[in-house]
Nanobody, 127 residues
Framework: QVQLVESGGGLVQAGGSLRLSCAAS????????MAWFRQAPGKEREFVAA????????SYADSVKVHFAIFRDNAKNTVYLQINSLKPEDTAVYYC????????????????????WGQGTQVTVSS
């Protein structure tokens, strides 16, 4: 069955960078959509970025689009989230999500759109 495994989180000083990885398996990648969400302490889970597996279409939350980039390596069945210029407010558990549905701008920011989720990876940014 579908498995998503995140990695790459850790403790980073403000201004630093991280690259999160999401290794996917068991997913019909053609036509699929992948996304990153995050949940900060005391906050609800929020959308970060999404990407269509085949076409490379992307979407970003307004709060992260300047310093975040989502991309994929089809050969490795892996989706990445590059985070630059990290800020303390970026501290959160970052979750990888996937759906076999085609990319849809109207729904990729909605958690319910994604039936498959990873376990999360912690990103902590110190000031």
């Amino acid at each position: 069955q579908v498995q998503l495994v995140e990695s790459g989180g850790g403790l980073v000083q403000a201004g630093g960078s991280l690259r999160l990885s999401c290794a996917a398996s068991g997913l019909a990648f053609s036509g699929s959509t992948m996304a990153w969400f995050r949940q900060a302490p005391g906050k609800e889970r929020e959308f970060v970025a999404a990407i269509s597996w085949s076409g490379g279409r992307t979407s970003y939350a307004d709060s992260v689009k300047v310093h975040f980039a989502i991309f994929r390596d089809n050969a490795k069945n892996t989706v990445y989230l590059q985070i630059n210029s990290l800020k303390p407010e970026d501290t959160a558990v970052y979750y990888c999500a996937a759906t076999s549905k085609f990319y849809n701008d109207a729904y990729v920011q909605t958690s319910a759109y994604f039936p498959y989720w990873g376990q999360g990876t912690q990103v902590t940014v110190s000031s």
